[in-house]
């Protein structure tokens, strides 16, 4: 797990970018690993999420930084020393910005939300993630599980160059509340079904058996 870099990308805004890398983050935290987090988005949100971590719990537990797109390489550099994942959050935008944060990439995270805009959004991602060697892995996000829009997305979503992982996020209010209060769902009160999908997803990423 030493020095690994997860970049996180999606074309299409809301698709749960940072949702995932902030819950990716605090669950890697739970289990021991440090982490630091990079925001490559102009919009800021997980830099928000960041800082009211702080205030919320005096000290973030992990390393946090942004970058524009081409100071993305600098940035990974030093992080990689000092921690054992490096996750970035990228723009709702494909284009060669995007490159650096893909080219640093050990493992390409492509959320998807519930919806065949989104699917479609997807195959962008996917062209350049290709370009750059990257097989990206797909996760379903904000899952309606048992409606036909969820069979339709995941048959659709299968047929995608990617890897689709087959934990999925569900759509919950904890996990836009969780992060509100600059947590993620695994530092919830009480253990429930969101924490499992996060755990289950780390479990996959990182082969846990």
Do not use: C
């Amino acid at each position: 797990m030493a020095g690994t870099v997860i970049t996180v990308a999606q074309q299409k805004g809301g698709a749960g970018k940072t949702t995932l890398a902030v819950n990716l983050a605090v669950a890697l935290l739970k289990r021991g690993a440090s982490v630091a987090l990079l925001d490559t988005d102009p919009q800021g949100s997980l830099g928000r999420w960041f800082m009211t971590r702080r205030e919320t719990l005096g000290e973030a537990g992990l390393e946090f930084s942004t970058s524009s797109a081409w100071g993305v390489s600098y940035e990974v550099e030093k992080l990689k020393k000092l921690v054992d994942v490096v996750i970035i959050d990228t723009p709702p935008k494909v284009d060669s910005d995007l490159r650096p944060a893909l080219r640093e990439a050990d493992m390409v995270l492509v959320p998807i939300s519930a919806s065949l805009v989104d699917l479609w959004a997807t195959e962008g991602v996917l062209d350049l993630a290709r370009r750059e060697g990257k097989l990206p892995k797909l996760v379903l996000n904000r899952v309606k599980r048992g409606t036909r829009l969820d069979a339709e997305v995941r048959t659709a979503a299968e047929q995608l160059e990617g890897e689709l992982i087959a934990p999925v996020l569900a759509h919950r209010v904890v996990y836009a509340e969780t992060l509100g209060q600059g947590l993620g769902v695994v530092e919830a009160v009480r253990r429930g079904p969101a924490h499992d999908e996060v755990e289950a997803l780390l479990d996959v990423l990182f082969a846990r058996s």
